[in-house]
């Protein structure tokens, strides 16, 4: 696996770090040895968080696994809010490396497992993968601070 992160102080991209690696191990993406992410701090706009895509490749295409992600992180927010963001973008991570999510350009909708979805008549929260996402958040950062890695 490669973990590139860039922006911020190296304080916040050591915590980053620490918090994917953690991810990975609980979510049982250590087993894809091939994942390929990039965690960018930037200046997403108040209210913005972080967002997971997933990078185009050579080897991109349809029915291909998806192995190349970037996640950005907004560089304004205190440590506890980057843990929960980068926590909560490696379950979007797994959820694309497992075929679970595929936000491709498609007419029916995103595909989360084997339906789809309009993301524009779903609210945010009512997502299917943003629930999932929201509530492994919770359990994975609770799990993370009290395992006193930081």
């Not at 701090?41 to 349809?62: H, I, M």
Request: hydrophobic share 40%; charged share 25%.
């Amino acid at each position: 696996m490669l973990l590139n992160l860039t922006g911020s102080t190296k304080a916040n991209r050591e915590i980053a770090s620490t918090a994917a690696v953690f991810a990975m191990m609980e979510l049982g993406l250590t087993r894809l040895s091939s994942l390929d992410i990039d965690i960018a701090f930037k200046n997403l706009g108040e209210g913005s968080y972080g967002l997971c895509s997933v990078a185009e490749t050579e080897n991109s295409g349809r029915n291909k696994p998806m192995r190349s992600f970037i996640i950005e992180v907004n560089k304004t927010m205190n440590i506890s809010m980057i843990v929960r963001t980068v926590l909560h973008e490696m379950v979007h991570v797994r959820q694309f490396a497992r075929g679970q999510l595929d936000t491709t350009i498609n007419p029916k909708g995103i595909r989360w497992k084997s339906a789809h979805v309009n993301d524009d008549t779903v609210d945010y929260m009512d997502l299917p993968w943003e629930k999932e996402a929201h509530k492994l958040e919770e359990k994975l950062a609770a799990k993370f601070w009290s395992a006193n890695l930081v």
